[in-house]
């Protein structure tokens, strides 16, 4: 059986799954088989320009249409069209593949969850946090599951882009509160604390964050509109940082920004226990470094060896992965639970307990003091 | 017009340039449309299995059918068979983009470059040296053009890997002088003096190597036969090193191993001139340090701006790429020029080039003393 | 004329600044004589051997005594010891140069740098900051003054030890509030603090940082007594971690642990400017990584030129200097203020206005809400 | 018993270990007692300041008078001036340390450790290869004498700077055949040989080097005299490159410069066994990174814990050592040789040993061909 996939969005992130797609069959052929069937947007021309181009068979510019049609809907939007169509595709038992953050909005995400539970297991609701899907990131994940770093007591990420450094960037809707929810906080910080969740959370919906201190701020209050006269104001944080607890007693401080000069994309976790540490950063995603007891500095690991995770897909040894390669792990495990029915994740509930905790961020920041998410 | 490719060879070597070709039309929409037409090789069944999964519409186990029928042919099999398809494709008048290095011998290298020369220059005859399709070897490239080193006084190149470090690593064709015609020296060292001619090289043949002093070593002098309880000799090197005297006056060194513990892909070009010096390594290929007139250290530059060579049909700045991708901007650049009747390079000049490098290295190892390429 | 010094504590500081004081004749030979004249301390066996050892002409039991004898007074014991020989010594006139943190108590200090303000500009009364005395941290000072960072945004500042990993590692006075005031708050935290306040703080006391967000935490809550068998609470923080708000708009994330494993001595700093970004870490205490306007990456200065801040007292470039020769550098800059009747920086208002950030951090994280210092 | 030290030469090497001589009584108690005793030089004035500033009691003009009178005698001159005095010190049964390179020639090289040998053993005559005494490659040595890296395959050197780039960097002796012997080779590949030696030589006197083949160059023939107008030649190499070959097989390639831009003493070690790998640059001399048996990439060790060689005598971890300290470890070690009438490594033998390899490089570079040292 093949499975029609229908995808709203055709920019940055549909051309991101849409390439993932169709890699699948040269590098992971167990994979199942599926047809690029539908692109779906707004504008007529310029989808049937990306559906050409992205391979798909054809264009809709009704996505109400496409949810019935399809085995599979990834919902690729901005932040603020998450949740409607997601919503009625599960309620349709069509699995959703959505993009990060799950939605503006806490309450927005808790609707989002809610219709993925209702649909079930075997309606998989997936939350397209590609980062867990990096070799490196599972490698330590499973480092972190076997107790090799001991109890945790430090975790650190952040996440560093410089790309509203100018303050004649142009105003776009990562700028819009409506539009995109937050800005840096939900843009990047939402990937931060998934992979927090993931490597050292607990299973409660927050991960074991107990509680959080946050700092959001806005360096430029507006921006000028493309190919306009007029400016439109930024009513999202240009940066935000955090303070975590964890019911274990970890201890978190996470930030990101995009104001960060220099830095391009940045993400870089840092976690220490009672018997060891390690560091990723996403520009070198193809390291790992680790130090386990009894070391006495880091090892610089290269993750490309056959028997590391999913790199016997690939290439030989030392023969580097690049960012996009996530994309196409993460399709992999969608699209094979949606043909056999199973569970993925990271799912909807993934999606909502990392909008909780940037909820919590925004309302601590908002009042000067720790909440809980 | 579509163009048919025929490609001998579907193991390393195939998967890479057939996902390089399947990869074209999503990102390289100008690049001409092709077919994956026939794949050749000798074992029936494994080549149907490979087709189907590399995306091949036919297969075929003679080649000499083959170069006849195609518009394109892909040599990508061992050393030793490098040169009488890829002559008798020329003879035919069909393009050909053949794996490096360019043959076992130089007396095979030469008759391919004849073959070439005589073809003419509307038949594309191409050798696979991907890495100077690194975005960042492309930038180190234009700086050097400008001059922004000035007079170029050192010349550093090295390759490091480490797979044979087991002596009971098993023998393959790799490890045979008759198949290989080299070891690491010709596996290897003709990517590092590729790119070296490529960078720093002047126009004439060996790139103004003016002279060489070789060094060979095996370490290891026989190795298990797989499955099998014989052992087979090693008749090639291990490792090599060299001195290079180019005739501007700068010196180079170079080497190469399989027994460099700890090192998968390392790739490391290193250049100092009277105005600034660089810095590259394989292992990190997003990122190119140079250190310019007027600055005190190197400056780290992720090359993956929208502005550097081939970023703009990928990812946004930081959005890391992966070793595969120099194989699509080769497919994209040679495709281009068979599509157009264009010179490509490198092409079998640049081939017989390396291949005189690398045989006076060899000659000067046998002398024990300094040899002209 | 010889300034006779006077120096309470013999151990780790006192080891360091008798070395430093040592130097100077050799190394900045127009620093002002002096003699080390007298080593304070209480157990006269230990005072003996170690007055010996670090060059010191006479011992003392009694400080009382020393204060007025002495030029200049250096306070080198542990934290609850510095107030009252310090404000003594002031009171006689004698200059002093008490080391970090100033006091265990905010009141404390504020009792200081009382007695520092009355006695005068020509009494000069130093707080031991060493880390503003690095080439390196100088040459960032004057980026910053010279404003090629443009408009400073963020700021980060981490000081990571891992020494009391290990819960069996013993109690000793920095684990006790009442001798300490706190824990790498105090001891740690003080220096980062300072070297904010240095690169980017404006004039006012707390350097322009008008609120923070504070959490302290303390992961063994108590630790066995060396050669005994009993176990003493432990009764501050193990590890801290602040928000910063700056008045001038800038955001600061700092901390630091004696828990971060594998990390023995790792204070960094790190600063993005509208205009470019540095990077310091102590561990490698002769780079200096600078991002300047136009640069797309940082560039790894080795600040051991002749031109650099200090260096041309020491050796050519390349000749790596150590943590020891930051001590150098501030004893030539505080006696020569002394000799001179000059203010020295940093004085007893930047230890208070240390003080003043670290206790609002305390009491941020009592009341769990933001707090001006 | 207090040993008088004569001391000739007061400029770079004479403060470094005037530096080193006055540092011992306070961090290595156990070191013999010295004095500082007399400096000998040519000019009286230049004299007289520096024995003031480098705390010597007395100065001389004459070192044959000097070298009865004295204890312990140090031969800090330019490389032609050490063969003479040192081999009348011997002569007298005066223990002498001299710098590096032993001597300009091979056949001064050899009449030196022929006196020496004929001083006998407990008259120590000690040559300053200073590197040994870092506390990495100590730790390196150990690691490599424990056979924990397995047989050794490759050997990588090379000592780089850039003080000579400028074609107006003026003429000094260090330019010039006669004073010198030879230039990048002697100066800088000196401490190489030396320490390819140390860590994986064999004990016959060239270390178990059994042939080489080198390659010297000048880039620029002739050089400004300061405060003059004429120019005078430049008769010794500005960089050299060599390849080794070692009894045991391994294959070493070393080399040096004056003319890498971008790099000021960068004395960097790679060593690959069959069971791991190391690697030391001197620009970062608290790091070394090792790759173990079982491991996959190199640890950062930082070499500063109190177990460390030397360290102990020193700060706690993490509180880095400089370049100078390399200085103080070995006038330990020589003086207390010296006070033991004990045997010192590294001697003239060691010494000459590196003078055979330079001298085999250069014969090498003059014939074209391999040559035995």
Partial sequence: MTLEVGVLGYRFMGKAHANAMARLPMFFPDAPEIERSVLVGRDEDALTEAADRLGFASISTDWVEVIDDVDVFYNLGPNHVHREPSVAALEAGTPVFCEKPLAPTLEEADAMAEAARTAGDDVPAGCAFNYRFVPAIQYAKALLEDGDLGEIRHVRGRYLQDWLVDPEAPWSWRNDAELAGSGALGDLGAHTV???????????????????????????????VEGDDETRPVTVDDAYAAHLEFENGAMGTIEASRFATGHKN???????????????????????????????????????????PYVDHWWPPGHVLGWEHTFVHENYEFLSAVANGHEFEPNFDDGLAAQQVLDAIERSDDRGEWVSP
């Fill in 194 to 224: 998934d992979l927090l969740r993931f490597l050292v959370g607990s299973d409660d919906l927050a991960g074991g964050i107990e509680r959080v201190s946050g700092h959001l701020k806005t360096f430029v209050d507006e921006r000028p």
């Fill in 266 to 308: 940045d993400h870089t976790i840092e976690i220490h226990g009672s018997n060891g540490s390690l560091r990723f950063s996403l520009e070198r995603l193809n390291e790992l470094e680790v130090l386990r007891e009894g070391d006495r500095g880091y090892e610089t690991i290269l993750v490309t060896d056959e028997s590391d």
